[in-house]
């Protein structure tokens, strides 16, 4: 008897617990569709359309105050499941059909209508009252951007299940815009070949005066990057002069500056592996093959100055540094870091390279020498850099000493080769945002086919830069 009260208890809990989880999801959707009737206008149109199709689609399950609740529709609400279908004809073009005349649609596509961007039509021109009456319009541009913005529209509320374009009419497309872009290239060669012919003699002297006039106002400095001041270099002998000036230009107004660091060091709580230079602390060193190492902050980010042939020299060349090692140890050895300082708020943020280069701090240059390899007092050189011995002692295996940086070697090849190095995966990048909202041009591959190999012919390589700062 007492079994058969607990059951009847539990099933009378059960339906109780059901009916209140049908009063709290009544509410919700009572609600949605309060929402959805204001937002989907005129009410003509919405009362024969589903709202659980309009704001979620296709059923799913979600959650809502940590309850299972059914969203989206089925298919058996026997109302209309409204969309715009996207199309591609080969002599209209991309065309979008509305099944319905909801205002969020129709204001959409009538604001591309005031934009010349499309034009409209309906099925039945006489039947201009009919709400139901379907729409069509007729798009310009590329499918594929026209369903991405459609998705993305902040104005409206355009999720995915609301537009249909199949992936044969999206490939119609961009063959279509792909036969577009190439006969657009034909004519664009054919122009400039016509006026080649038409003016088969340069005139030498006029190109030279307005070569001076572009140098002298700056035209080269604001408007070419480096890739293409290394591209003008080697176009002819009149260009070439012009882009030596240039690139001699660009060197001497960079900003430079050095660390030093010594390897080893007593951790500290506060460290965190961080690459953070503070003179007498540590900083964790990012090596080529991702593996950190401890080293201490002698002195960092000292500024240099620009010399004749590429040459950069310490503002202060009489500043020395310590150094101690144990020859049986053979160490600690020191790192000299060449930085290429940011340039915000000074006139190098407004160069074509400013997002690649300026931006942030760089790391361009690393060079380790070990002190156990000085064995006289004098000048060193090492790997485009000079340093003087002004002091050594030898006793008992170990070597005491000072030293200073004299100099560095950084011409233009070495800059290409941290410009270019850093603008391959940007323009790789660029490449493939490009093919999303159209097809890519011969130009634009070509583009970045010369930046690949331009850092293919730079000094170094790509894995020398790898776990500098920055990179």
Partial sequence: MACRKNAYRGMVEASEWNQKQQEERNVILAKEEKEQRLFWTPTLVFDACCTQWLKHGREVYGHT??????????????????????????????????????????KYFDSLVSQNLAFCQRKNDNNVGNFNDERCYFLIGYLATIKEKLEQSTTTNFDSHLIKVSPTALAASRRAHERYTEQEELEQEFKRRKVTEQFPVVDNDLLVSVLDVCHQHYSFRDHLDLLEIAWMRISNKIFAKYAAKTASSRIRQLRLSYSVLLEGGAEEEDDHYKDVEDQGRNCYVVSQYVSRSLHTVVSSRLPLTALENHVFVPDDETKEFDFSVNEISSGPRLLIRLYLEDGANTYLSCLPEKDCLYSDLLEVARFYFNPCEIDREGMYTSSNFKYNVTSLTQTDGSKTGKFCIQSFQFDFRDFLGVYVRKKLPKAKENLQEIKKKRPITTKEKEYVKAIAKAARESPGNSQAFQGMKGW
């Fill in 65 to 106: 105050n940590n309850r299972a609740l059914i969203q989206g529709c089925s298919g058996g609400c026997g109302k209309d499941h409204p969309r715009i279908t996207l199309d591609y004809h080969n002599t209209e073009g991309a065309i979008a059909v509305l099944s319905h005349n909801l205002d969020p649609f129709v």
